[in-house]
């Protein structure tokens, strides 16, 4: 017999190495072994907490229509609930993602394989994802594309399917997904793309978002080429024939549908211009409504403001067309020097709805709206008066103090009944002799508010402009130079101030934030009305004082076509000019600064003018532009005030000799120098000239500069030079407000 053919014995050998049941065997095996280490996979792989970007949002601030004033934060995303998306929208975005969303267990085997099969294949990189994986991959992961990240994907997809709700997942995977144009989810997109918030989103534009997700640059409509569009309408068509497909969508409504051609992009609100100071403003309010700075930093805020879009515009055109268009801030370092800042705020609600803070946020980062390091000068006056009023206060020799109280106009007279000397400088060192409170008012004379400071005493004037709305109660010392508005206060402030006067007395506080709503929780502007913190008598009587300034005196350049008061203010070194004023409508403070590259303070002399910038120029110009651009070219409200009987026209009854003033030497137009302190002879508040004169008409001169003062109270007899000399007067009747 012959041997064995070995070749057949070795493939004998090999069958019975591989037979069909141990091959089948070994298949179970590796399929328990696979099966065990997704199993494994499954165990170890844990839902990780939402990475940074996921939850990022930007904070949102709207004027007080509902348009968006600024978007902050680095990733433009505000998020929103399902309820918040229309029905057919969220069936959009499933018809082009996954249809199978509502019944998959989180992951899609077989599109994941196909998708791999056609990446290996050269056919082209294939998603293969459902919503729930997107989802994932947005909120918990990176973008990586490695097979580790894929892995994890799908283990916490399965995880999120079981844990989470089908709708609170479409939510997440909507409101996290990336449209192009800097737009994180759908409601940045659908602003972005059509201008509109997400819940007025069509069936249509919500298809077109939704292609936008395969490749967001290149199916932007506007900047897409041909083969983009062509593409993108391919994928629009595809989304709507599957909502049809599944039920979601008629087939009438879809014949009707036209391609929903998505607006040119815009740029994101920024910083810049006016927006930073009141973006800073607002958010400094909610802190101090209780809302921590790392909450508003986290973002996710919509805050809308009290602002108004038009009256905004209005004081920004007021003052590039009476400060910026006089300036060349880049050739004349002095001009460089001029800084504005104005608030406007509605005495009836407190609402602030117009600021201004500079030439811009981008290039001068501190607010001169809500700076309060310069002096307020002259416009403190009228709290001197309301202050004397409320309190009842007299004289040195018992007369009532109201606007038609008789006082010494002398330039550099001494004060009567202080501890403490203080002989301050009228203007231009002019002696007025006797006048009544309201021509020294209207000519903002010094030597009277000083006096009446005195008989009201500095505690007790203290104690009012604190009750009004002046902030910085260590700012001031109870001596007659405060009088002239030696203090800090900001444009804010004096806004705020004069807006209790408007409002009869009734506390008014200058209130930015409307509402401010975060998720589930709403944060109320602050209460901007407040109780009685004056008699209404003694608020009306400084709005009586007032008017007579606007229409006879220094802040005549801010009359107009409406009823008005105010007060003009210029500061010690020329450092600050003011004019704060209102109308029945609408209070308004502007104040112009003098500071440095640096940051200090300088003069405002030879900059706007030649000569002192005095708060009845270029700031009561501002003013009256603005009121008028405010109001719409004028108003025919009027006030309405209670007062001790002074004429509504801001006059009063000449000086008359009264029986209780005693007789003084006739005051002189000549300079005088009077001793002071202990040493002093007896001096009256009160003068009788011997034939009382009323302010003669005329056409109104130029306001002329003021004198800078120094205040250095001491005790030694000495003349002491205020910091406040007055403002420039129109010593006439000049223009009549209506």
Known sequence: MGRPDKGKAKKRGIRRLFTWKKLLGTFFVFCLLGMGALYVVYLMVPVPTANAEATMQSNIYKY?????????????????????????????????????????????????????????????????????????????????????????EMVIAIKVDQKMSKSDILAGYMNTSYYGRSAYGIQAAARAYYGVDATQLTTAQGAYLASLLQAPNQYDWTSANATGRKLVEERWNYVLDNMVGEGWLSSTERAAMKFPVPQKPKPAPGMEGQTGYIVEAANQELMRQGVKEEDIKAGGWTITLNIDEKKQKDLVKAVDKQLESKLDRKGDKKQATVQAGATSVDPKTGAVVAMYGGVGATEHWMSNATRRDYQPASTFKPLVLASAVDNRAVTQDGRKIGLGTIYDGTSKRPVVGSPIDFAPENEDNESYGPVTVQKATNSSINSVYAQMIVDVTPAKAKKTALALGMKDGADFPESPAISLGTMGASTMDMAGVYATLDNHGKKVTPTLVKTATHKDRTVQGAKAI??????????DTATQAMTGVVKNGSGFRAAGDYEAAGKTGTSENNRSAWF???????VTAVGLFGEDAQGNQVTLTDTINEGRANGGRTPAQIWGDYTERALNGGSDASFDLETDGAAPDGTVPEPTATSEAPETEEPTEEPTTAPTGPSAPPTSTATTPPQPTGDPVTTPPEPTQEPTATVEPTTAPTTVQPPDAGDPVANTTVRPSR
């Open 64 to 152: 007080s229509s509902g348009k968006i004033l600024a978007r902050t934060g680095k990733i433009n995303r505000e998020i929103v609930g399902l309820d918040k998306i229309p029905l057919e929208v969220q069936k959009a975005f499933v018809a082009a993602e996954n249809k199978t969303f509502y019944k998959d267990n989180g992951v899609d085997i077989k599109g994941t394989t196909r998708a791999a099969w056609n990446t290996v294949t050269g056919k082209g990189k294939q998603g293969g994802s459902t919503i729930t994986q997107q989802y994932v991959k947005n909120f918990y992961l990176s973008q990586d594309q490695t097979a580790t990240r894929k892995l994890k």
């Open 530 to 539: 407040g109780e009685q913190v004056i008699s209404r008598e003694a608020a």
């Open 580 to 586: 704060v004023g209102y109308t029945p409508e609408l």
